[in-house]
C-alpha cells in the first residue's frame, strides 16, 4: 500500500506555490506573462535592461508562416533611471505574479494591471523613472519601393508628477526618457494593444494586490500532490496559466499556446492534450480548449492544424504543399473531461463536429479506399520530421489508424452518454474493424510489429508508432507479447528515458532532433494510458514515474528530451503546455495512488 505524505491544504498549496517559484522563472529565456495576455516580459542575456515582445503572428506584417519568431522586441532597452537620468543596475527577483527590481535608490516593482498593461510601481519619496526604445512601425525596402506598417499602439502614464517627458527619434524607433517625482504609491503603466489603450493608473499597491491575489486564486484550484513533486507541479501550473491567451478575432475561446516564447496560436493536438490538465480545475476552461479548434472546422469536416488571431492555418507549403491538420484525439480529450466532470450537453454540442471529423479522415484520406486512413503531409501526424515519412508520401501508418480507433471508441461512449444506442453499436464496430484491417494490412509476423506503408511498400523503421496498436486494447495475446517485447526493449525504446520517437537501435535514431530520437512526454502518456488498459499496470507505473523524473530533473518544463541523456532537447521550446499538462496529470495520479 502507499503511503501518502505531506498533503497540504489549499491556502498552503497557493502561498508555497509563490514561495517555491520565487527566482524559479529565468527571464532570460522565458517571459513573465500573465494569463490571457500577449505581452512578454523578458530581460536581457547581457545589459542591464528588460524588454517586450508580443505573442501575436502578426501576419499583415509579414505573411511568411514563422516570421514572428524573429521579429525585433515591440518595446526594448526598458532601463529604470534614477532622478537625473542615470541607468539604475538592479537586482532582479521574480515571483510568479510580479517582478522585483533592487536598485540603489530604492525598489522598483512589475505587474501585470490588466492584460494590456504592466505597471511599474516606483519607489517611495524620490523621483525615478524608465527609459525605454519602442519600435511602432513596421518597414522594409523592396526593389521597386518600400512600406511601412503600424504594429499596435503604445500608451505610457502616470499617477505622479511628470518631471522629465522626451521623446526622441532613433534609427529603429523612438527613445522615450520619463521620470517622475513618486511620492505614496505611484506608478508609470505601458499599455500595448491594437486599439483599447488603458490611460488609467490604478494606484500601485492596488494593482499588486489583485495581480496576487489572482495567482493566488489559480493555485488555490489545484489538488495536492505528494512533496518529492510540488516544485515541478507548482511551475508547471503556472505554465497552464501563463501561456493562455484571450479570445480575440479566429481564437473564439481563452485558450493556450503551446509556448508563448515558440508557438504563437493554438494547435489541434496540444488542445487535447492541455484539456487534460485544465479539467483538474476548471472544466469550463478545459472544454474550452475542445470548442476553440471545432470552432474553426472547415466545410468539408478538417479541422486546422493551427488557429491565430488573423486565421487559421489548414495548408502549408513545405516540405511540400499541402493539406495540414493534427492527429485526431478531441474525442479522447472530451471523454476524459467527462470522466472527470459529466456534462451531456457539452457532448451532444461536440458529437456532430466529431463525426464530421472523423468522416474526413476516410473520405479524404484513403486513396486506395482500404478502410485505412493516409497521412497526406508529414506534418499531419504531428511527428513533422520523423523518418517514417523519409520514404515519400502519403503513408498508412499504425498511428493514425490507432487514434482513430480511440476516436471511434470515444463517439461510441458519447453516443452511448446520448441515448443514441444504435450509433453507439456501429462505433464499436467500426472500430474493431479498423483493428482488425491493421492486423491484416500492417502486422509483420517476423519483425513483430505494425509497418506503415509508402504504397506497397513497407517503411524500414522503427518507432514507438509501430507498437501504437497496443493503444486499441483489442489485439491477440501474440501481437499484444511480441509489441510489448519491442517496448521493453533497452536497445529500442526501455532504459532510463523511454520512449525514443524511432528505436534507438534504428539507423535513422538521432537523440538530438525533434522526432528522430528524442523523449515526448505526450506520447509516453498515451502508452502509460495503453499499458493501465492492457492490464500492464507494473509497466505502466514504470514508465509513468521515468517520465515524471525526467521532467522533474530540469528547472524548466520543455518541448522534448534527449533520449540518451534526459537533458532538454536542442531547440526545445521552454515553458511547453503538453509536457505540463501531462506532468499534472501523471503527478495526480502518482499521488492518489493507494
Not at 73 to 87: A, M, R, Y
Not at 171 to 199: M, P, Q, W
Not at 491 to 518: C, L, Q, T
Not at 519 to 536: K, M, P, S, T
Amino acid at each position: 500500500m502507499k503511503t501518502i505524505i505531506n498533503k497540504h491544504s489549499k491556502e498552503e498549496i497557493s502561498h508555497d506555490s509563490l514561495m517555491l517559484l520565487k527566482n524559479h522563472i529565468d527571464l532570460k529565456t522565458v517571459p513573465f506573462s500573465d494569463r490571457g495576455s500577449r505581452l512578454l516580459v523578458y530581460q536581457s542575456e547581457k545589459q542591464n535592461y528588460l524588454y517586450i515582445k508580443l505573442a501575436e503572428r502578426l501576419s499583415f506584417l509579414d505573411s511568411q508562416i514563422e516570421s514572428y519568431l524573429k521579429r525585433a522586441p515591440f518595446i526594448d532597452e526598458l532601463s529604470l533611471l534614477d532622478g537625473n537620468g542615470q541607468k539604475l543596475e538592479y537586482e532582479l527577483t521574480s515571483y510568479p505574479h510580479m517582478l522585483e527590481l533592487k536598485t540603489r535608490v530604492g525598489i522598483f516593482k512589475l505587474v501585470f494591471q490588466d492584460e494590456r498593461t504592466l505597471s511599474i510601481g516606483l519607489p517611495e519619496n524620490t523621483n525615478a523613472g524608465i527609459r525605454f526604445l519602442a519600435t511602432p512601425q513596421y518597414w522594409k525596402i523592396g526593389g521597386q519601393g518600400g512600406q511601412f506598417k503600424a504594429v499596435r499602439n503604445l500608451s505610457y502614464q502616470t499617477n505622479a508628477e511628470t518631471v522629465v517627458n522626451t521623446i526622441s527619434p532613433r534609427k529603429r524607433g523612438y527613445a522615450v526618457d520619463f521620470i517622475v517625482k513618486s511620492e505614496n504609491d505611484c506608478a508609470i503603466t505601458l499599455s500595448i494593444d491594437e486599439k483599447h489603450l488603458s490611460e488609467e493608473v490604478a494606484p500601485f499597491s492596488q494593482t499588486a494586490i489583485f495581480a496576487e491575489t489572482r495567482w493566488r486564486n489559480w493555485f488555490d484550484k489545484v489538488p495536492a500532490v505528494d512533496d518529492c513533486y510540488r516544485q515541478t507541479y507548482a511551475h508547471a501550473w503556472w505554465i497552464m496559466a501563463n501561456n493562455l491567451i484571450s479570445a480575440r478575432g479566429k481564437v473564439a475561446y481563452e485558450a493556450m499556446t503551446p509556448s508563448k516564447t515558440s508557438y504563437i496560436g493554438l494547435w489541434l493536438w496540444d488542445s487535447a492534450m492541455h484539456a487534460l490538465a485544465f479539467r483538474h480545475v476548471d472544466p469550463v476552461l478545459a472544454r474550452n480548449q475542445i470548442r476553440a479548434m471545432l470552432a474553426g472546422q472547415l466545410p468539408d469536416g478538417m479541422l486546422p492544424d493551427a488557429i491565430y488571431d488573423e486565421g487559421v492555418i489548414s495548408e502549408i507549403d513545405h516540405p511540400f504543399q499541402g493539406e495540414v491538420t493534427k492527429p485526431p484525439i478531441l474525442a479522447w480529450a472530451a471523454m476524459k473531461l467527462h470522466e472527470k466532470d459529466p456534462d451531456v450537453d457539452f457532448l451532444r454540442e461536440i458529437y456532430i463536429p466529431l463525426v464530421r471529423w472523423n468522416a474526413w479522415w476516410f473520405n479524404m484520406n484513403d486513396d486506395n479506399v482500404d478502410g485505412l486512413a493516409q497521412y497526406n503531409h508529414p506534418y499531419s501526424s504531428g511527428l513533422d520530421d520523423n523518418p517514417l515519412w523519409d520514404y515519400g508520401m502519403p503513408v498508412e501508418s499504425p498511428d493514425l489508424n490507432t487514434y482513430l480507433c480511440v476516436q471511434m471508441g470515444s463517439l461510441a461512449l458519447m453516443a452511448e452518454a446520448l441515448g443514441i444506442q444504435n450509433e453507439s453499436q456501429m462505433w464499436r464496430k467500426r472500430a474493431n474493424g479498423i483493428v482488425k484491417r491493421m492486423i491484416k494490412e500492417f502486422w509483420d509476423e517476423e519483425a513483430g510489429f505494425f509497418r506503415a506503408f509508402h504504397g506497397e511498400d513497407p517503411i524500414p523503421v522503427l518507432t514507438p508508432f509501430n507498437l501504437y496498436p497496443l493503444w486499441t486494447g483489442q489485439l491477440p495475446d501474440d501481437i499484444r507479447g511480441k509489441l510489448l517485447a519491442h517496448l521493453t526493449n533497452k536497445e529500442e525504446f526501455w532504459g532510463d528515458y523511454p520512449i525514443p520517437s524511432v528505436a534507438r537501435n534504428d539507423a535513422h535514431f538521432n537523440a538530438k532532433v525533434m522526432w528522430r530520437g528524442p523523449v515526448w512526454a505526450n506520447i509516453n502518456y498515451f502508452f502509460i494510458e495503453a499499458l493501465h488498459q492492457i492490464g500492464e499496470h507494473d509497466l505502466a507505473v514504470e514508465l509513468r514515474q521515468k517520465t515524471l523524473n525526467m521532467i522533474m530533473a530540469h528547472n524548466n518544463i520543455y518541448e522534448f528530451y534527449n533520449a540518451d541523456n534526459g537533458k532538454p532537447g536542442v531547440n526545445a521550446a521552454p515553458i511547453f503546455g503538453w509536457t505540463a499538462a501531462v506532468f499534472i496529470d501523471l503527478a495526480i495520479q502518482a499521488s492518489n495512488e493507494v
